[in-house]
């Protein structure tokens, strides 16, 4: 199982970013999915989730409710987080994994930092 995240970079506060994570080997479609980020010297937190289905229901961590939109294309095999609005408390390496996360299927995550 590889789990590939893409899309962070370095914006300024007010900024968006799209990521997306690419799954080898199984399909994302049979598993409902997330996105998880850690900040500096923080534990690994829960950021958004969605259900198997391309129409599924979302939900959110409350810290990034109304910004954030979590989707799926499960033709592509692909997980997106588009993030609106950054604010400087968004800087953190993002993964994406199942949800609940399985510990062997993180990958390296992809990086998001927002300056003021």
């Known amino acids: 199982v590889q789990l590939v995240e893409s899309g962070g970079g370095l914006v300024q506060t007010g900024w968006s970013l799209r990521l997306s994570c690419v799954a080898s080997?199984?399909?994302?479609?049979?598993?409902?999915m997330g996105w998880f980020r850690q900040a500096p010297e923080k534990e690994r937190e829960f950021v958004a989730g969605?259900?198997?289905?391309?129409?599924?229901?979302?939900n959110y961590a409350d810290s990034v409710k109304g910004r954030f939109t979590i989707s799926r294309d499960n033709a592509k095999n692909t997980l997106y987080l588009q993030m609106d609005s950054l604010e400087t408390e968004d800087t953190a390496v993002y993964y994406c994994n199942r949800n609940p996360p399985i510990s062997i299927w993180w990958g390296q995550g992809t990086p998001v930092t927002v300056s003021s």
């Open positions: 969605i259900g198997w289905r391309h129409d599924a229901n979302a």
């Open positions: 080997v199984f399909a994302l479609s049979t598993y409902t």
